[in-house]
């Protein structure tokens, strides 16, 4: 459907959907996995639109909702039954003015406590926030007395323990702002002492994090269009991370045309790793093989499962959901 007509539609739609949504892209199976985990047939279906630039979807369990970042308009909205409303504003700048056009928050996680976890690209922080109750507390917003660039993405190991990227696409001038304060992009680690430390240093845009079922591998996708690769470390009894190796290459993806780099990045129950990447959503095996493609057309930032049998999707304007019989890792 063309974009112009789907936003018709969707503009058309009552405030409660009828459980009838418009659709987009198409599946792209690479081998009969993927039909398992997502059946021919099944639609991506457009719940929303309208959006400066949607990210970091996460689904809340005490309430049966889905959060999501709208980074531009320093926004996190909610979705459920069909309805859509401002949950947080502003969500990752409270200052005054303005701060570039990626001031919102932007990877987000309900954490073990129960709590809304938010990487802040304004304040430049790692939040946490009780749904009721209370304000933000600020995890973490400096390494070694040094201001983090723009927190991107970040998940929770079982010991409470966190990992998350720290790129420069926040910042007002990107990797050229004049408060940067850290050289490196990297991967950092938060304590359950509440301690920073820096786990990776030598990637050019970490972005997407996120860890296998048995928290043995710290997968972490570079959103940089001369490297687009997917890295998996493992991870050391003390917390840190070894030796990387390079678990998915989407460079020839990308030569075929299709745009955009891996991004948010989550596994399921099995092991199987769902990235963003080069038109869409790429499903792989814990080996690295390519199972298939959820191709939205569009250039697709996050995606996350829900516990009501869906995945959804983060893309560009859109907020969108397919059926899958994946399920995803609590607390992640």
């Not at 039909?35 to 457009?46: M, Q, R, T």
């Not at 190991?157 to 720290?166: E, I, L, Q, R």
Request: glycine content about 12%; aromatic content about 10%; some cysteine.
């Amino acid at each position: 459907m063309p974009m112009k007509s789907l936003l018709l539609l969707l503009l058309a739609l009552p405030a409660v959907a009828q459980g009838v949504y418009p659709t987009l892209g198409k599946l792209v199976s690479h081998d009969p996995a993927f039909d398992k985990l997502i059946p021919p047939g099944e639609k991506i279906e457009v719940l929303a639109t309208g959006f400066g630039w949607t990210e970091g979807p996460v689904w809340v369990k005490n309430g049966g909702f889905l959060l999501f970042s709208d980074i531009p308009n320093n926004t996190i909205h909610q979705w459920k039954d069909g309805q859509l409303s401002v949950f947080l504003k502003p969500s990752g700048f409270t200052g005054r003015g303005d701060y570039g056009n990626e001031p919102g928050s932007n990877g987000l996680l309900v954490n073990r406590k129960g709590e809304l976890v938010a990487c802040e690209h304004g304040d430049r922080r790692i939040s946490a926030m009780p749904f009721s109750g209370g304000g933000k507390v600020t995890l973490a917003a400096h390494w070694q007395g040094k201001r983090f660039n723009a927190p991107n993405d970040i998940c929770q190991h079982s010991s409470g323990a966190y990992y998350f990227t720290d790129p420069p696409y926040g910042l007002p001038k990107k990797e050229n702002d004049p408060t940067r304060e850290i050289r490196e992009f990297g991967v950092y680690r938060i304590g359950t002492d509440g301690v920073v430390t820096q786990v990776i240093s030598d990637l050019k845009r970490p972005n997407g994090v996120t860890l296998s079922p048995d928290e043995k591998t710290l997968y972490i996708a570079q959103s940089d269009d001369t490297d687009a690769f997917i890295l998996a470390y493992p991870v050391l009894p003390d917390g840190s991370v070894g030796k990387g190796k390079l678990f998915y290459d989407a460079s020839p993806l990308k030569k075929q045309g299709l745009q955009g780099a891996p991004d948010g990045i989550h596994t399921d129950s099995e092991g199987n790793v769902f990235s963003t990447g080069p038109g869409g959503v790429l499903v792989l095996n814990p080996q690295g093989k390519l199972l298939g493609r959820i191709e939205t057309g569009e250039l697709t930032a996050n995606c996350a499962f829900g516990e009501d049998g869906y995945l959804y999707l983060t893309a560009n304007h859109y907020l969108c959901r397919i059926k899958t019989t994946a399920r995803g890792v609590s607390a992640r």
